[in-house]
């Protein structure tokens, strides 16, 4: 994966985006108002989350990918873009920048402090006669040597200044051992002294694998907390560290789910007997920040949910769960809702697993390995978790028990995205409650809660229902034609699952050969202007390398540079270069069919061309097809930009047969 590959898949557009206006969920997509031309009565501008691009469909009619959006808004250069995007998205680009050297300086001063604590507690671990209860801890979760070293389980010795003064020694001070959360202070008596004490320790990393803090173990009995962890640090936030995915991300990917646990005990246990796609929440509900790291690698979340009473009656009583969790100083939260709310955004599938009675995955794991992935396939869609908890214990002869139970779950099915889903879920409630899906659907609900902004809970109705006379007619149906390309493209208008990598092996091709030989580049334009086509330009990549590189070849086209293609490479950038090596590894065309090449990547661009207007065909159609987008899109400039759009396509279309009909006749002369 390129630098820029790397980071696009660790961010998301639409959260990029809402760092500069509010967005609004229509559809499968986001709409806000065009940061690029004057734009305040109707939202032009489109995010799409699946191919993770923007689109103004008003006077701008431009788009791209990420960089391009913060190039266009910031006036950075690929290069600044880079560098702030590989900050944001935690990629490291060779080299560094040196950016704030003094917070840099802090900042490795306290991870090395926070390694060293771990190498400090882990050597206590291995040898302190001290540690005994600790060794006899791990010994009964039958934890073996490997996994001990893997996760660096340590102990902290029962002192009130051991740790303190072991770090004097090595020159650090009382703040720095302060604000990595080593040391507490009594802020009454302005005593100072160690944080954890008879104690295992259990580091707890970062996403890239530096020590961010700690989990500690009580080794008493009775000992409060059960946990302790390390308090908010600079580095250390448990809202948005998930213990173990250091570890996990690349099993998550490869296992394309990811297992969320509630304890360090459970992803270490896992990670032994080989289930290494777990991660662990951190004491707190998860939260958006959470499952925003986890989505870089899966939209697949399991959650596995011990078993316990107290969390069920939670569930009944405002489908949330709070309850006294490993850690006393915070509560576990799960909220139904804000999980349901959750998916849609992020676009995931999350799925729950109840634990039986008395379980945790610790034990079930260590008891029966096989059990685990078994539990596993039983997880189920939140919503349907939801219903089968708040009808298990319900009596079908109480008819106000069956309305409080609609009342509770009915909020949690109109927050669902899809329609079809919703739908789904509705019928599966009338079900469940035995009741005429009809008589559900009078149910008032009760809001106790603030609906999210962009949802209403109207009845959906078609577009083509809600036309008012005086409004534009809707838009002609797309013209049919069959495509004389070996490439399918599909009707206009008509998503296609792998048209965005259809598309982009098109060009990376084309560029490719452009690389190879560099007088096709103007061969291929003259084809396309024999036609009326317009001549390739940047715009018509998606990737923003792609367009940089192409407006270079026009740049040393236009100076009549012909020098060996690697000395141009050296004066391009890190990235581009990266981006231009993996492109010349693609195979050239031979020199004796250039002709034919020619022709080849002429149509080829019109293909992609033509595949490019029938996905923003396919959006502006899904567009109309929420309400959403009829209440805040000026429709008639949308039915401007399909006409166009069916024109644009009519005209490909022509070109393209007229092509094709070119080469035939040159192969046929050729035979003669
Ligand atoms: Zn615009």
């Known amino acids: ?183 507490t202070e009594n802020p009454d008596k302005g005593t100072r002294y160690d944080r954890f004490r008879n104690r295992l320790m259990i580091p707890i990393r970062d996403l890239n694998g530096r020590i961010a803090g700690f989990g500690a173990r009580t080794l008493e009995k009775e000992g409060i907390p059960k946990y302790l962890n390390s308090p908010q640090t600079a580095v250390f936030d448990k809202s948005s560290l998930l213990y173990g ?62 078993a316990d009473a107290a969390g069920q009656k939670a569930t009944m009583r405002g489908l949330q769960v709070a309850r006294e969790t490993l850690d006393r100083e915070v509560e576990v939260k799960f909220d139904a809702r804000g999980l349901v709310q959750h998916e849609g955004r992020l676009q995931a599938d999350i799925r729950i697993v109840t634990l039986p009675e008395g379980n945790d995955p610790d034990k079930i794991i260590r008891e029966d390995p096989t059990q ?122 008509q998503r296609r699952a792998d048209g965005r990598l259809a598309a982009g092996m098109r060009q990376a091709n084309y560029l490719s050969q452009c690389l190879h030989h560099p007088h096709i580049f103007n061969q291929v334009n003259q084809r396309l202007t024999q036609n009326q086509q317009p001549l390739v330009s940047a715009m018509d990549f998606t990737a923003v390398e792609d367009r940089l590189l192409l407006e270079q070849m026009v740049a040393w086209l236009q100076q009549g540079v012909v020098a060996p293609i690697n000395e141009l490479c050296d004066s391009l950038d890190e990235a581009l270069n990266e981006r231009v090596q993996s492109l010349l590894a693609l195979p050239a065309a031979p020199e004796s069919d250039l002709d034919r090449l020619a022709d080849k990547l002429a149509l080829s661009v019109l293909n992609w061309r033509q595949e490019k207007i029938g996905q923003l065909v396919g959006e502006v159609k899904q567009l109309f097809r929420t309400e959403q987008a009829l209440e805040n899109a000026d429709s008639k400039e949308m039915y401007a930009k399909l006409n166009e759009w069916t024109l644009s396509v009519l005209s490909i279309h022509k070109a393209k047969s007229a092509m094709s009909a070119a080469s035939r006749r040159k192969a046929e002369d050729s035979v003669r």
């Open 372 to 493: 685990w992935p078994k539990l596993l396939e039983q997880a189920q869609p939140v919503v349907a978790y939801v219903i089968k908890m708040a009808t298990r214990d319900l009596d079908m002869n109480d008819a106000k028990g069956k309305t409080a139970v609609a009342q509770q779950v009915l909020p949690l099915i109109k927050d669902i995205v899809d329609p079809v889903e919703r739908d789904h879920y509705w019928q599966a409630l009338a079900r469940a409650l035995r009741i005429d899906e009809r008589a559900l659907r009078q149910i008032k609900v009760q809001e106790k809660f603030t609906r999210p902004p962009n949802r209403q809970s109207r009845s959906a109705m078609s577009a083509q229902t809600r036309f008012q006379p005086g409004q534009p007619p809707p838009p002609p149906p797309p013209p049919e034609w069959e495509d004389s390309s070996p490439v399918k493209p599909g009707h206009i208008g």
């Open 245 to 306: 995915l250091d570890g996990a991300k690349r099993h998550i990917r490869e296992a394309r789910q990811v297992v969320i646990v509630e304890g360090y005990m459970d992803v270490m246990q896992g990670w032994q007997a080989g289930f290494r796609n777990m991660v662990a929440q951190m004491g707190t509900a998860l939260t958006g920040p959470q499952l925003q790291q986890l989505k870089r690698y899966t939209k697949r979340f399991v959650l596995a949910l011990d």
């Open 1 to 183: 994966m390129s630098v820029t590959e790397e980071i696009k898949s660790r961010l998301d557009i639409v959260d990029i985006v809402s760092d500069y206006l509010p967005l609004r969920k229509s559809g499968r997509s986001f709409s806000g108002f065009c940061p690029f031309h004057q734009n305040t009565r109707t939202p032009a501008f489109y995010v799409f989350p699946e191919t993770q691009t923007w689109h103004c469909f008003g006077a701008c009619a431009e788009g791209g990918d990420l960089f391009s959006f913060v190039m266009k808004k910031e006036g950075w250069d690929f290069k600044e873009a880079l560098a702030k995007m590989a900050a944001k998205a935690g990629v490291e680009l060779q080299p560094l920048k040196p950016v704030d050297k003094k917070k840099q300086a802090a900042e490795d001063k306290m991870a090395a402090l926070l390694e060293a604590a771990a190498d400090y507690f882990h050597m206590l671990f291995l040898h302190a006669p001290q540690a005994e209860l600790a060794r006899k801890y791990v010994g009964e979760r039958a934890l073996n040597e490997d996994t001990i070293a893997t996760f660096k389980l340590g102990y902290a010795l029962q002192s009130w200044d051991a740790c303190r003064n072991h770090f004097h020694d090595q020159g650090y001070s009382d703040e720095e051992l302060l604000a990595a959360g080593l040391l």
